[in-house]
């Protein structure tokens, strides 16, 4: 914490954020006038210029990582908070991406003429000054920013003590690149510089602040819902669930419950629970617990499926023997409602596709769930019936996100169901407004 923040109170930190976002509608008056292509070019030579400091950008963030591990934070934290250059080219080609879809401004939602000539047309514009609370995430600044910028809204930043080097220099780059463009950097900000307290003032920012959208652990994200005073989106958390139907394909299911859960394990679209229907139980489990656990992820086990694991006389010819021991255990209570984030899977056989929606429905985060069935009508049931906000069927949890979905990037994966639901691209960081056209009508 600087000398600057322990001298500070919280009332001069909120305001000096205000502050800053009075700065930023400012600015963003002039951004939301420019046009389509203007705007583009902006974020090519956004792109350009995280390909140019690539190497500046890897050095800050070796620096963060280095605190990280010596702070023991968990691999899948560690890997969220990676931003190598292979990373970073991967995110300036998200920015170009951005820039090459459609400009959401402008664009038509609905309009009809009235029957007293008047013609009414309702049209995207931009939020205004959008503010993201978020944790050990850089790569989050880059899309966030690159989003922002092409629908035409300033953005505040809290991007967490663990990333703060890395952050610091894209928020300097990104200013550079404003100010090169002709444009106010007063557009992007961050209040990493006042620690926890900006947070807190972001979150009481109402009137200077338009939205908030906390992207984090379950902690953070509460915590910014129940403390906010200004508009907010809930985000994130991914107790995502897997049902394998008795219609299912076997084989197919095998690598896709492995890449949802292993290809990436500190992110809110990894599968963290897999539920079996009973008729299959006994015959899959034994072939999907040993690709797991040759993968080192540890399975969490109802009474049912430890029986069918790690009893010969299960039914199973004793398949559970070759199985790892200390990656198998016991599921407790309140693993059916945890998010991992970690090597970890839990695993439950139930009786029918019924049961399975309703512990889906009970203990899921309104993510992502998958079914992997054969069966049409399973499927139907199935996603007319889980409440979340993306069903995959027959395909891995890891493609719900923003990037994956065409939208270039993503500010995060809405779960709430107001505004937003699911990715968040350039249309959900947009508004509307009426306008209406008229010659002279009067209202009798």
């Not at 001298?7 to 001069?12: E, R």
């Not at 993968?295 to 430890?306: K, R």
């Not at 993503?410 to 960081?429: D, V």
Request: with cysteine; net charge negative.
């Amino acid at each position: 914490m600087s000398d600057q923040q322990t001298s500070l109170s919280q009332s001069d930190i909120s305001a000096r954020v205000c502050a800053m976002a009075d700065r930023a509608a400012q600015a963003q008056t002039g951004l939301a006038l420019m046009d389509g292509e203007a705007r583009n070019a902006l974020l090519m030579a956004l792109a350009d210029a995280l390909i140019a400091s690539a190497g500046d950008i890897e050095a800050a963030n070796r620096s963060d990582l280095d605190e990280a591990f010596e702070s023991g934070m968990s691999a899948g934290l560690i890997d969220r908070l990676r931003l190598d250059t292979i990373r970073v080219a991967a995110a300036a080609r998200g920015v170009r991406q951005v820039a090459a879809l459609p400009d959401p401004l402008g664009s038509l939602v609905q309009g009809h003429e009235m029957p007293n000539g008047v013609r009414l047309n309702q049209v995207r514009v931009p939020l205004g000054v959008v503010a993201m609370i978020y944790e050990a995430r850089p790569n989050v600044t880059i899309d966030v920013v690159s989003l922002c910028l092409k629908s035409g809204n300033a953005v505040l930043l809290r991007g967490g003590h663990a990333a703060e080097r890395t952050n610091r220099v894209l928020v300097d780059l990104i200013g550079g690149v404003l100010e090169q463009e002709g444009l106010n950097p007063s557009l992007v900000a961050s209040v990493d510089e006042f620690g926890r307290q900006g947070a807190q003032a972001l979150m009481q920012a109402r009137g200077h602040i338009d939205l908030l959208i906390p992207r984090g652990g379950k902690d953070l994200i509460q915590s910014v819902v129940s403390q906010a005073t200004v508009p907010t989106i809930e985000t994130g958390a991914g107790n995502v669930h897997i049902y394998l139907d008795r219609s299912a394909d076997l084989d197919k299911a095998i690598p896709v419950i492995v890449n949802a859960k292993t290809q990436r394990v500190g992110v809110c679209n990894a599968a963290e629970k897999l539920i079996v229907h009973r008729d299959v139980a006994a015959d899959f489990l034994p072939r999907i617990a040993r690709a797991l656990t040759t993968a080192q992820v540890e399975l969490c086990l109802d009474t049912v499926s430890m029986d069918i694991l790690c009893s010969r006389g299960a039914g199973n010819g004793g398949e559970g023997v070759d199985l790892p021991p200390e990656l198998l255990r016991e599921a407790e209570s309140e693993d059916w409602g945890t998010e991992y984030l970690d090597m970890k899977m839990g695993v439950k056989v139930v009786d029918s596709l019924d049961e399975a929606i309703d512990h889906i429905n009970r203990y899921s985060t309104g993510h992502t769930e998958a079914i992997l069935a054969e069966d049409y009508e399973a499927v139907e049931e199935f996603t007319k019936r889980v409440d979340s906000a993306v069903i995959m069927v027959n395909a891995s949890t890891r493609f719900t996100d923003g990037g994956q979905f065409g939208m270039g990037a993503e500010l995060g994966i809405s779960t709430q169901k107001l505004h937003a639901r699911g990715p968040m691209g350039l249309q959900e960081l947009t508004t509307t407004k009426w306008v209406g056209y008229g010659r002279g009508q009067v209202r009798p």
